[in-house]
Nanobody, 122 residues
Framework: QVQLVESGGGLVQAGGSLRLSCTAS????????MGWFRQAPGKEREFVAA????????YYADSVKGRFTISRDNAKNTVYLQMNSLKPEDTAVYYC???????????????WGQGTQVTVSS
């Protein structure tokens, strides 16, 4: 059974940084594209960033471009989301997801973690 476990969330002041991690188990991680999505209270889940299985291609939502960086370490079965210059509007539960193709559509992803809370205070 595939498991994705996120960590690294927390409370940070605006302008600060956090690094989220997502560790996979139960399948060949290196063959999966990985994505990060987020959901704020009362809002739909939205795409944040994605990375291809090799790490050669990355995708970002316009709202985070230039501030967030997605990366992966296939030897550690882990994908990261480095978040800098955080804003209160980045507050949400962040989910990692795995699927065959990297992209912005959540329907591309077959497996999801349980999420980690990120709260940015003003």
């Amino acid at each position: 059974q595939v498991q994705l476990v996120e960590s690294g969330g927390g409370l940070v002041q605006a302008g600060g940084s956090l690094r989220l991690s997502c560790t996979a188990s139960g399948r060949i991680f290196s063959s999966d594209a990985m994505g990060w999505f987020r959901q704020a209270p009362g809002k739909e889940r939205e795409f944040v960033a994605a990375i291809s299985w090799s790490g050669g291609r990355t995708y970002y939502a316009d709202s985070v471009k230039g501030r967030f960086t997605i990366s992966r370490d296939n030897a550690k079965n882990t994908v990261y989301l480095q978040m800098n210059s955080l804003k209160p509007e980045d507050t949400a539960v962040y989910y990692c997801a795995a699927g065959p193709i990297a992209g912005t559509d959540y329907a591309l992803y077959n497996y999801w973690g349980q999420g980690t809370q990120v709260t940015v205070s003003s």
